[in-house]
Structure formats: structure tokens, C-alpha cells
């Protein structure tokens, strides 16, 4: 006799606090992370003093890097997300746990291909910080714009039971 898929109520039911709790520490751990490595970023820079600009730096290159980096991570990420989502077997649509730990996996990875960019961001803002490059240019802490893409992105998809119940009737078709 086949299984029935799992209903939202069942699923909303096996959604308690706890569940929820562990994929909300990861965001907003994700998010201290970058948000601590920028100040750390800006505190050497402030320390720094003024370093004598260096007559070449891999700033500019590091910022071309880091921008097609951003654009593919954020289309990638994408991407991931909903690939995860695509290819699930019909076991799983039985199981509220099964459904979730596939959730929140996806949502795990999509924030980790959107944390790449950010580190690479703020490396080369570093690496200009200490070489005295960005005492010269300015204009290349725009490096810190993935950052600002990420912070937003997280504070706009924090998870909550709502969204993510939303979320399961919008991937899984359930009522």
C-alpha cells in the first residue's frame, strides 16, 4: 500500500521551536561571522596608520574576481536551492522529517555559496587595508557590497514557522 505524502499539518507539527531554532542559530551565525571579519577588517585599517601605497596591488584584480564571483553565487545559489528541491524521491515526501532535513539543508547550502563572495570581499579590502592601496583608492571598499547583499538577504529570508511553512506549500503543493 503506497505511503501518502505528508500533509501541512503534519509537517507544521513536527516544525516546534526546536527544529526551527537550530536553522535560525545557523543563519544568524553565519551572519555574526562576516559581520565580525568586517570590523576586524576595519578596526587593522584604522590601525594601519598611513602605509605608503604600494605601485601595485592585487586590489583591483581581487575586486574583479570578487564581483564575477558575487554575480555567479547569486545565481548559483539559486540554482542549488531549487535543484535540492527538484529531485526528491517519493520516500521523502512521507516523512515530516525527511521533508525537513531537506529543507534546511537547502537553505544551508544557499547561504554558504552566498557567504563566498563576502570572504573574498573582504579579504582583498584586507589585503588593500594593509598594503595602504585603499589609503590611495578609496573607491575599492565597494568590495564590502557582497557583504551588505548578504546581511540583506539573511534579515530579508530569517527563517520563521510561517516562511517556512510557506515554503513547503509552495515547494511540496501541500494544504
Excluded at 540554482?79 to 517519493?90: E, L, R, T, V
Excluded at 555559496?113 to 585603499?134: H, M, N, R, W
Excluded at 551588505?148 to 539573511?154: D, P, Q, R, S
Amino acid at each position: 500500500m503506497p505511503s501518502t505524502p505528508v500533509a501541512r499539518e503534519a509537517f507544521s507539527k513536527y516544525l516546534d521551536n526546536n527544529q526551527l531554532k537550530v536553522l535560525q542559530i545557523v543563519y544568524f551565525a553565519l551572519a555574526m561571522g562576516v559581520s565580525t571579519f568586517a570590523f576586524v577588517v576595519y578596526f587593522l585599517h584604522t590601525q594601519n596608520g598611513d602605509v605608503p601605497p604600494p605601485e601595485d596591488s592585487a586590489v583591483p584584480l581581487m575586486t574583479n574576481v570578487h564581483f564575477v564571483v558575487l554575480i555567479a553565487a547569486i545565481f548559483l545559489s539559486r540554482f542549488i536551492y531549487d535543484k535540492m528541491f527538484s529531485n526528491i524521491s517519493a520516500d521523502v515526501m512521507t516523512s515530516p522529517q525527511m521533508i525537513w532535513d531537506k529543507m534546511r539543508s537547502a537553505h544551508i547550502v544557499r547561504l554558504a555559496v552566498l557567504e563566498a563572495p563576502v570572504f573574498i570581499g573582504l579579504v582583498t579590502c584586507l589585503i588593500g587595508s594593509q598594503d595602504g592601496f585603499l589609503n590611495q583608492e578609496p573607491t575599492y571598499w565597494v568590495n564590502l557590497v557582497s557583504l551588505v547583499i548578504f546581511l540583506a538577504f539573511v534579515a530579508m529570508n530569517f527563517p520563521n514557522k510561517d516562511k517556512l511553512l510557506n515554503e513547503f506549500r509552495f515547494r511540496f503543493g501541500r494544504n
